[in-house]
């Protein structure tokens, strides 16, 4: 492929344009599509669209695509099982990819403590994957209230759902949510909810768990599960301080509270280690993995410790779920992350992060830079002192970005995520600052 980015016309091209009058017609309109790309090929973090311009991938169709567009061992196994059998349903029958695949599960999940006494159920999403978790937590714990974070994303699902609070038009609409469920604040270090400073602070945001929620509004003896994302994704790339995990894990533990760790997003390598749980030394009871697993192929699995997952059969099941031909693509991504490709996203995020960084003095806009390995997320506000949210400047910088060819997506309000594929080379990602560089110019001018 050509070197990216390679913008020959205005965008979208004649091709793209009439794609998406097509796509107006005929596709509900409840996706959420911030410009006019559309898709011919890929490859690594290159893609290209259908009128040949040539475009930097930093949003890696939302945080899947880890190995690269099309990695050849991946398309290698997903031709190599597609040519013995597309589907025979594991909820009815047995075969090895399914197998391998939790076994490989049990060996790699934050769960269990590194014992491998792992369990793992499979269904083809995040959002399945959420819904999993929740109806394990429930069955196992024989308690039905759930706590989650505000400004978390789960999924669309209906369970999924109630326990998401990202934006509210992801909710607008569908209500009643599904009772029993509370949300407290996140440990948004750069907005403390309490007005504290991650280095000197005890997760005091938790008091509202601790003081609040389990004091006025539920006993924790009904309380079955917390979930929480490690750095929450859709809400805008935010990273904790590492107390807010231990001190959830003492407090879900002291009351026989199960903890889930999302790990739909920033799971499979993308911050560095295979799961962001590790960077936090966090060992939870339940963990939900989608998106980065299989490449692009639809997977999501949910792994538990093995006494918790211990439901009858006809609990819970899926026809399609952990499907040969996306385990078979999963154990490929798996060995491609293992053999370097984690610490590619470690130290070219890390050099990433630190360009984003050297950009702070020149763009007064840039409030904050974070993140772990290739999940790095860039807050715009209108003033660093009062942080007023940079909202309508975050959207033309998003859209600035496609124009120059470089794919990224906003999180949150205000904030922009760069969630390349693991295989972007150091070069690729300075050629993306160059151009994040010259984009904050323009809409600051
Ligand atoms: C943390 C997290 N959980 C769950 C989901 C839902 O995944 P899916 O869209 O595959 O249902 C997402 C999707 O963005 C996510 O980021």
Same mark, same amino acid.
């Given at each position: 492929?050509?070197?990216?980015?390679?913008?020959?016309?205005?965008?979208?091209?004649?091709?793209?344009?009439?794609?998406?009058?097509?796509?107006?017609?005929?596709?509900?309109?409840?996706?959420?599509?911030?410009?006019?790309?559309?898709?011919?090929?890929?490859?690594?973090?290159?893609?290209?669209?259908?009128?040949?311009? *040539?475009? &930097?991938?930093?949003?890696?169709?939302?945080?899947?695509?880890?190995?690269?567009?099309?990695?050849?061992?991946?398309? !290698?196994?997903?031709?190599?099982?597609?040519?013995?059998? @597309?589907?025979? =349903?594991?909820?009815?029958?047995?075969?090895?990819?399914?197998?391998?695949?939790?076994?490989?599960?049990? /060996?790699?999940?934050?769960?269990?403590?590194?014992?491998?006494?792992? !369990?793992?159920?499979?269904?083809?999403?995040?959002? $399945?994957?959420? $819904?999993?978790? &929740?109806?394990?937590?429930?069955?196992?714990?024989?308690?039905?209230?759930?706590?989650?974070?505000?400004?978390?994303?789960?999924?669309?699902?209906?369970?999924?759902?109630?326990?998401? =609070? %990202?934006?509210?038009?992801?909710? !607008?609409?569908?209500?009643?949510?599904?009772? #029993?469920?509370?949300?407290?604040?996140?440990?948004?270090?750069?907005?403390?909810?309490? #007005? &504290?400073?991650?280095?000197?602070?005890?997760?005091?945001?938790?008091?509202?768990?601790?003081?609040?929620?389990?004091?006025?509004?539920?006993?924790?003896?009904?309380?079955?599960?917390?979930?929480? $994302?490690?750095?929450?994704?859709?809400?805008?790339?935010?990273?904790?301080?590492?107390?807010?995990? +231990?001190?959830?894990?003492?407090?879900? =533990?002291?009351?026989?509270?199960?903890?889930?760790?999302?790990?739909? +997003?920033?799971?499979?390598?993308?911050?560095?280690?295979?799961?962001?749980?590790?960077?936090?030394?966090?060992?939870?009871?339940?963990?939900?993995?989608?998106?980065?697993?299989?490449?692009?192929?639809?997977?999501?699995?949910?792994? /538990?410790? !093995?006494?918790?997952?211990?439901?009858?059969? #006809?609990?819970?099941? %899926?026809?399609?779920?952990?499907?040969?031909?996306?385990?078979?693509?999963?154990?490929?991504?798996?060995?491609?992350?293992?053999?370097?490709?984690?610490?590619?996203?470690?130290?070219?995020?890390?050099?990433?992060?630190?360009? @984003?960084?050297?950009?702070?003095?020149?763009?007064?806009?840039?409030?904050?830079?974070?993140?772990?390995?290739?999940?790095?997320?860039?807050?715009?506000?209108?003033?660093?002192?009062?942080?007023?949210?940079?909202?309508?400047?975050?959207?033309?910088?998003?859209?600035?970005?496609?124009?120059?060819? *470089?794919?990224?997506?906003?999180?949150?309000?205000?904030?922009?995520?760069?969630?390349?594929?693991?295989?972007?080379?150091?070069?690729?990602?300075?050629?993306?600052?160059? &151009?994040?560089?010259?984009?904050?110019?323009?809409?600051?001018?």
């Amino acid at each position: 492929m050509r070197t990216p980015p390679d913008i020959k016309m205005p965008l979208p091209g004649p091709k793209a344009a009439a794609i998406i009058a097509r796509d107006n017609q005929y596709v509900s309109p409840s996706y959420t599509r911030d410009y006019p790309f559309v898709m011919a090929k890929g490859e690594g973090a290159v893609v290209e669209d259908v009128d040949g311009n *040539v475009f &930097l991938d930093c949003a890696a169709g939302i945080a899947v695509n880890g190995t690269g567009h099309s990695h050849p061992d991946v398309v !290698r196994a997903i031709t190599e099982q597609a040519h013995k059998y @597309l589907h025979m =349903s594991g909820t009815d029958f047995y075969y090895e990819p399914q197998v391998k695949l939790a076994e490989e599960m049990a /060996a790699i999940v934050p769960v269990g403590g590194g014992t491998g006494e792992v !369990r793992s159920f499979f269904g083809n999403s995040g959002a $399945e994957a959420v $819904e999993a978790a &929740l109806k394990l937590a429930r069955y196992a714990s024989k308690r039905f209230n759930i706590i989650a974070f505000l400004g978390s994303f789960h999924g669309r699902t209906l369970g999924a759902l109630a326990v998401t =609070s %990202s934006k509210y038009v992801q909710r !607008r609409g569908f209500g009643p949510m599904m009772p #029993g469920v509370f949300h407290a604040p996140y440990a948004n270090c750069y907005r403390c909810p309490v #007005g &504290l400073e991650p280095d000197s602070c005890a997760a005091e945001c938790l008091n509202f768990v601790e003081e609040q929620i389990l004091v006025h509004l539920v006993s924790p003896d009904e309380v079955a599960a917390v979930i929480v $994302e490690p750095i929450q994704g859709e809400g805008g790339y935010v990273v904790p301080a590492p107390q807010f995990h +231990q001190r959830l894990r003492e407090l879900t =533990s002291k009351h026989g509270i199960l903890l889930i760790a999302d790990e739909v +997003q920033s799971g499979m390598g993308r911050t560095g280690r295979m799961f962001a749980c590790e960077h936090f030394g966090l060992d939870v009871d339940i963990v939900t993995v989608a998106k980065g697993i299989a490449s692009g192929l639809p997977l999501g699995v949910t792994s /538990a410790r !093995r006494e918790i997952m211990t439901w009858p059969p #006809g609990a819970h099941a %899926s026809t399609f779920g952990g499907n040969p031909v996306s385990a078979a693509a999963a154990l490929a991504t798996i060995g491609i992350l293992k053999d370097g490709l984690i610490r590619n996203a470690e130290t070219v995020g890390g050099h990433l992060l630190d360009r @984003l960084l050297g950009l702070k003095d020149k763009h007064p806009i840039i409030g904050d830079v974070r993140g772990r390995g290739l999940m790095i997320g860039v807050e715009l506000v209108r003033d660093r002192v009062t942080k007023e949210r940079a909202t309508t400047e975050r959207d033309q910088l998003v859209q600035a970005m496609f124009k120059r060819g *470089v794919l990224i997506l906003g999180a949150g309000r205000n904030a922009v995520r760069f969630a390349p594929p693991l295989v972007l080379t150091t070069a690729e990602a300075d050629t993306v600052v160059a &151009l994040f560089d010259e984009c904050l110019s323009e809409i600051a001018g």
